[in-house]
């Protein structure tokens, strides 16, 4: 179902870097966090650029990538998937797209790949623990064009898009080879940095 090795970045998969989340419960910006002298923004920026051709970031351009801002600003994730979606395609793009949080430290270029590769043209979102991640995830065009209604109905959490029809839903099975598990784990508190062993933060 998925060929996760490619060798240049892909032209048919986008990607959206989200940077721009209040971060209320850190208490500063998460995006600046730094892991071995990287913040989590630009790391993240990085692997996207190894792995598509095509990347953009919503929120203040922290990440080194061409930078948008959902409008108004602070209105939640799928209003900024939505910013980034119609970015990607003023900048030619109409495919499908990885829509992809900054608070991920441990995330890698194999298992961005991998969600890239997977053989459908639709939404590939994995599973953790029994939890879709809409974060980590592609979107498939069809997807991505639909936001606008769902905003329009007053939605905002981009855990509805995970219920649309003809989404596939990844399970551990089908992911574990490529991932480990923490790959998958934010930070969203001074205590996940604790727990996860990071205190190279300035």
Partial sequence: MYSWYVSTPSPAVGAILLTGGASRRMGFDKSGIEIDGVTLAVRTANLLSCVVETAV????GVSGLPATLEQPPGSGPLVAVAAGHRTLRERGHEGAALVIACDLPFISERLLKFLASWDSPGSVVPVVNGRPQPLLARWGHSD?????????????SLRHLATQPGVILLDQSQWEEVAHEREFSDVDSPGDLRRLGISDVE
């Fill in 57 to 60: 970031e919503v929120g203040p």
């Fill in 144 to 156: 991505l064009e639909d936001i606008g209604s769902l905003i329009g109905r007053g939605v905002r």
